[in-house]
């Protein structure tokens, strides 16, 4: 029989990130992501990983960085004013290729804003919050079952392609309690560490698998544009450099897309959604089918490299797209870039803090529709 | 293993790196031969020591030594290595910063490393100005310095690192100069070999920028400007910059503290 439980997002968050195999996790707390932080310190040392307590957030990934170079599997979480902390540290760990896991319990901002109301403020951040173009994976979560999952996923991710993966949370989901069935082990896939073979000929350690310090290979890792083994490099192999990690995960958006697609085969409307307002999304689309209109939904889970294919490939009766979001209009530019004009996107935008409700969502498409079946 | 010859330094460099970075005249290679000399007399194999460096001229250390190395970003090397020492604490890890690495941008890092007693060991090289960005006031600039950020002379008045570390809580710590290489070396071998966060300031020179905007740029005048500057007889606050060893007291250490968490909770086993 499956284990059921009462569970809060953070929560599930933290322990899917020990299902996962976490033994490594640096924070600070911060509303509304300090939950993780406190079950990650409570479980850690006793299943032998490490948690540490730093002096900040540069510190918080600065130590999971580190200790992902020394075999940990690693991770941090936050909320905006310290996810704004940790950008030069995300910026280190996709030029150094490091696996780790950023997650971020979206507050509503800029600054301190309102640290206990939620928002999605924070996409285009985790995107291209670091200078310099780089390679990041951002994924979200709809539900609390959702946000087990996708941790899972952030640390399989990391590990596959050899990048930071932010995972992009909220302060309502964060908080909010679930009944969930929690995956038994062996239930979901964990993508283990690899780790050098004892008595091998040492591989390079950039443009291969990982490979961590102090098993014998000496090699130097650098935030400074590098050649294979870690060293500094200008010129065209600084341009082969930034290349290749780029491309490692913009040419694997199929790959990479976690989705969900409901009624989307005779839509005339598509709802696109992420996160918590999948919620609302969900509801508003399945009362909008049982007044017969002929509405579709889309729930992106991976936002970034960003699903372009999906968007090329709706069917040609789409005509309206709605893009509502918890900010003042972010992914919807992307997915107004996909869609390329084959149909009108709008935005729909709740920034007081306070979730959209499935009739403000459904009142949008109906004003735009009509009430034609 | 005491080391002499050029062949012994050799092993402990990564010699297609060379020449390093530094400009002719500068007192960071002094520290770097310091630091094997230390290494090779405590005989510590190359596999087991991680050398974190942050950003600056001191930053570029790693890539000439041929240990594990770690270039990091500003001012965080404390950070990251602190990382690597709780999931390896088999690891020796030294951490080199610059000073304005180490007490202006990573000034947080440094004094919680030093209150958290994690055994790294962290040499500053103090040249008492920014090299690489080309000569800016550092927290350790003098009163009256000129640097291209207080070209009318510091009103600014300079840490003093090994008491801000005394006060932070370092168990180890310690003041030598690039003027005295056989104490520099001496002191870095009893920073590495202590179990908890060790710091050596390492008063080192600049002649490209702090010596040519203080009108002094000869490197061998400002090597013996050290000399003059440091009493090394007297590990006191005195009135000449005191050198030497100031504090050498064990007291528990991080990782020994989280492995007896982790013990005590039955948590062993699995890392």
């Known amino acids: 029989m499956k284990t059921q439980q009462l569970m809060q997002g953070n929560e599930a968050c933290a322990f899917g990130a020990l299902y996962a195999g976490c033994n490594f996790y640096a924070g600070y707390p911060i509303t509304p992501s300090s939950e993780i932080m406190e079950i990650m310190a409570r479980e850690l040392p006793r299943r032998g990983g490490v948690f540490l307590q730093a002096e900040d957030e540069i510190a918080s990934i600065s130590a999971v960085i580190g200790a992902a170079w020394g075999g940990a599997r690693a991770m941090t979480a936050t909320s905006g004013p310290g996810f704004s902390l940790m950008q030069e540290g995300i910026g280190y760990a996709a030029i150094t290729e490091t696996p780790c896991v950023v997650v971020d319990s979206q507050r509503w901002g800029p600054s301190t804003g309102q640290p206990t109301k939620a928002a999605q403020g924070d996409v285009m951040q985790a995107i291209w919050g670091t200078h310099g173009d780089h390679p990041v994976i951002v994924l979200t979560a709809g539900h609390v079952r959702d946000v087990f999952e996708m941790t899972v996923a952030a640390f399989n991710l990391a590990e596959l392609y050899r990048v930071p993966v932010v995972l992009l949370l909220d302060e309502i989901l964060s908080h909010m309690r679930e009944n969930i069935f929690v995956p038994e082990p062996g239930e979901l896939e964990v993508i283990p560490r690899s780790r050098p073979v004892n008595g091998a000929k040492p591989v390079a350690p950039f443009g291969g698998p990982f490979i961590p310090l102090g098993y014998g290979v000496r090699f130097s890792v650098t935030g400074l544009a590098h050649d294979d083994w870690g060293f500094p490099v200008e010129g065209p192999p600084a341009e082969r450099l930034l290349r290749r990690i780029v491309e490692k995960v913009w040419s694997k958006a199929r790959e990479i897309a976690r989705y969900e697609a409901l009624y989307l085969d005779d839509a005339r409307a598509v709802v696109v959604c992420y996160g918590i307002v999948s919620r609302p999304a969900e509801s508003a689309v399945e009362a909008l089918r049982s007044e017969g209109l002929k509405v579709g939904l889309l729930t992106l889970k991976t936002l970034w490299p960003f699903p372009d294919f999906l968007f090329r490939e709706l069917p040609t009766t789409v005509e309206y797209v709605l893009v509502p979001e918890l900010n003042l209009g972010q992914l919807v530019r992307e997915v107004e870039r996909a869609v390329g004009g084959r149909a009108r996107v709008e935005h729909l935008g709740r920034v007081d803090g306070y979730l959209l409700t499935p009739e403000q969502i459904a009142g949008r498409v109906v004003e735009n529709l009509g009430r034609r079946v | ?271």
Request: glycine share 12%; aromatic share 10%; with cysteine.
């Open chain 2, 1 to 271: 293993m005491l080391i002499h010859t050029a062949a012994e330094y050799d092993r402990y460099l990564r010699t297609q790196k060379l020449p390093t970075v530094w400009c002719p005249g500068c007192g960071n290679g002094i520290i770097l031969k310091a630091f094997i000399r230390a290494v090779a007399a405590l005989n510590l194999s190359q596999d087991e020591v991680v050398v974190v460096g942050g950003i600056g001229c001191s930053g570029r250390t790693p890539f000439f030594l041929d240990f594990n190395s770690v270039h990091t970003t500003h001012g965080r090397a404390l950070a990251f290595a602190t990382g690597i020492k709780l999931v390896r604490p088999e690891l020796t890890v030294a951490v080199v910063m610059g000073d304005g690495d180490s007490v202006a941008i990573g000034g947080n890092h440094f004094i919680h490393a030093c209150r958290r007693n994690i055994d790294l060991t962290a040499i500053i090289f103090n040249n008492m100005i920014y090299g690489q960005t080309g000569g800016q006031l550092a927290p350790t600039t003098l009163p009256g310095r000129r640097t291209t950020t207080s070209m009318w002379g510091n009103i600014e008045p300079p840490f003093d690192i090994v008491r801000l570390a005394l006060g932070a809580g370092a168990g180890f710590v310690a003041r030598g100069t690039v003027f005295d290489f056989e104490q520099l070396s001496e002191i870095l071998g009893q920073a590495l070999a202590f179990k908890g966060f060790a710091v050596v300031e390492v008063l080192t020179t600049c002649p490209t920028y702090f010596g040519r905007y203080n009108s002094n740029d000869d490197p061998y005048d400002m090597l013996h400007g050290l000399k003059d500057r440091t009493d090394p007889n007297e590990a006191t606050m005195a009135e000449k910059l005191p050198v030497g060893i100031f504090r050498n007291e064990p007291r528990p250490e991080y990782t020994e503290l989280y492995r007896q968490l982790v013990e005590k909770l039955g948590g062993g086993g699995q890392r």
